[in-house]
């Protein structure tokens, strides 16, 4: 298709007939590799396996989540979960964080991760920043979620506010 456009614009531009390469050549050329790419493509040639399947729809009260799997380079996956600036309640905003990483733990896609790092900006402030062992997490019905995945985690980094916040709510953190 390129090909004819590129023969009408110099046949229009008073080009030589050095060309002589006609539509229907490039279209029968141009179905022959589009047709070899699908046979691949369906033997399972080439297929890219390493687009990353981690799911962050968990984190409901995020603005943006991004993530860095590096699962296959060092068995680590690292999070930037960035909260409403609107909310002033950072421990809030970080128990959200807590509850819905327990969730996010239990996804097939981080298997093979030793540790997932998580970073939780409030605007232009990092207010916890905490990485989870995940051999040391565990699935409980009985416990708060948020407290499983601190059992599992060392806190890295925690604002003020924050600290407050998981004093009054007993949070058990290391």
């Excluded at 029968?28 to 589009?34: D, G, K, M």
């Excluded at 047709?35 to 691949?40: Q, R």
């Amino acid at each position: 298709m390129f090909m004819a456009s590129v023969l009408a614009v110099a046949t229009a531009c008073g080009g030589t007939d050095e060309m002589t390469e006609t539509p229907g050549d490039v279209t029968e050329e141009t179905t022959e590799e589009v047709e070899e790419v699908v046979e691949d493509k369906a033997e399972g040639a080439d297929v890219d396996s390493s687009i990353s399947t981690i799911d962050t729809s968990m984190y409901q009260y995020a603005t943006e989540v991004t993530v860095t799997d590096a699962i296959e380079l060092n068995n680590y996956v690292s999070l930037m979960i960035y909260v409403n600036e609107e909310n002033d309640n950072k421990g809030l905003q970080a128990q959200h964080v807590l509850n819905q990483t327990y969730d996010f733990l239990l996804q097939d896609a981080i298997e093979g991760a030793d540790y997932v790092g998580i970073n939780v900006v409030q605007g232009n402030q990092k207010i916890l920043m905490f990485e989870v062992d995940t051999a040391k997490f565990q699935e409980d019905d009985e416990v708060p979620m948020a407290d499983l995945v601190l059992r599992a985690s060392e806190i890295e980094m925690i604002h003020d506010e924050v600290r407050q916040f998981a004093e009054v709510m007993e949070w058990e953190m290391q």
